[in-house]
């Protein structure tokens, strides 16, 4: 999938005072030695230390550095390894590459370090991901999820699962062995049972997604209403700064407009939407068209209406959240509609309240516990054909299919799970994946 040799690429975002310049592959100590002057050669010093030294070129002092030196195996990517903290000049970090790729280096390719660290086994395929999506975590529940599946948590679980799935085969296929001796090897009831638990994880696994995937993305809040119910004041409140034009004049929203906040640790995306109402106005109406897409896209809907008004009639989907929010609670003092919300978004009233509702509707219970959560599209892709073949297993069992039939459909399960570390996987898969990481990691 991708080439040999020693690598190259800086491993920080550049303009900071540090740049971090990683380097991989067999001879990458030999390499940096060629450019390096410290104390001792890095050739001759032990892995996990660090040396103080210049970057040369010829007799020329490029930059004062700190050199990290990682031996093989005992490394990130499983190979010999070096990383050079220098000053955070554009100028210095392409001067130092430059130098290296003199000596024998060559640039790295996106995501070329989590690939040979998959490769050479220090790492699986979910484990690879996570890697991207730490890298991309704006908020804690973000964070602690891309952690637990780094820190290997979630492989295990799916490992946990694999390896049951390969014990049930193993049993039909040493009946398939004996079969003339009409040898049962593996209890149906004894079976069925380990089937059926182990098809109850996958579906445990799947119903995590919806959460999993919004905390990775950011939970979608979609705010909507009738024209001029405060949509717009709302998100503004919610954001802290003026964001969506606010008018007395309805339909001045003709499109979504989204801003992120974190609350509590979760990243909710607020969309304020167009009011929705007939018109014959063709812009109003394609905002009207786009704020009913992002209703069906959004995890939670606000649902907006002004004291003694009516809430537009919304239908969600079992896994969606509605809040209804009376706006404009500091011009009444009757709060008659149950299970509402009363707030005042140009006053400032409710939105402490609003926003633990909005909490409260992201259960990270299992997230916070450790439990294995899945936020990936392509892992619950997986999951759910696994399912599928599971189910028709199950069917099998019931109906009494040969052993050899049943087999096939536990061994599909068994390839669709382990497609989510790479234990099973293509190049195509591997490209896609890794091709979207950062050029140093």
Known sequence: MFGEGIIVATASATGGAIAVIRLSGEGAIECCDAIFRGRKALSTVASHTIHYGNIVDNNTVIDDVVVAVFRAPHSYTGEDSIEISAHGSQYITTQIIE?????????????????????????????????????????????????TQMRGGYSEALNSLRDSLIELTALLELELDFGEEDVE?????RLKTMLDKTTSVVERLMDSFHTGNAIRNGVGV???????VGKSTLLNRLVGEERAMVSDIAGTTRDTIEES????????????????????????????????KAVERAHIVISMAEPNGEFESVKLDKNQHLIKVVNKSDTTTEHSVENSLYISARENIGIDALCQALRQTVDTTALYRGDAVVSNARHFESLRKAHIALLAASQALTDNISSELLTEDIRVAINHIGEITGRITSDTILQSIFSSFCIGK
Do not use: W, Y
């Open 222 to 228: 979609a705010i909507v209403g009738a024209p001029n």
């Open 99 to 147: 130098l290296l790729c003199r000596h024998g280096a060559r640039l790295a390719e996106p995501g070329e370090f989590s690939a040979r660290a998959f490769a050479a086994g220090r790492i699986d395929l979910s484990q690879a991901e996570a890697v991207a999506d730490i890298i991309a975590a704006d908020s804690k529940a973000a964070h602690t999820l891309a952690t």
């Open 261 to 292: 906040v974190v609350i509590d640790g979760i990243r909710f995306r607020f969309i304020d939407t167009a009011g929705i109402r007939k018109t014959d106005d063709r812009l109003e109406k394609m905002g009207i068209d786009r704020t009913l």
């Open 185 to 189: 090897f593996a209890d149906r009831t």
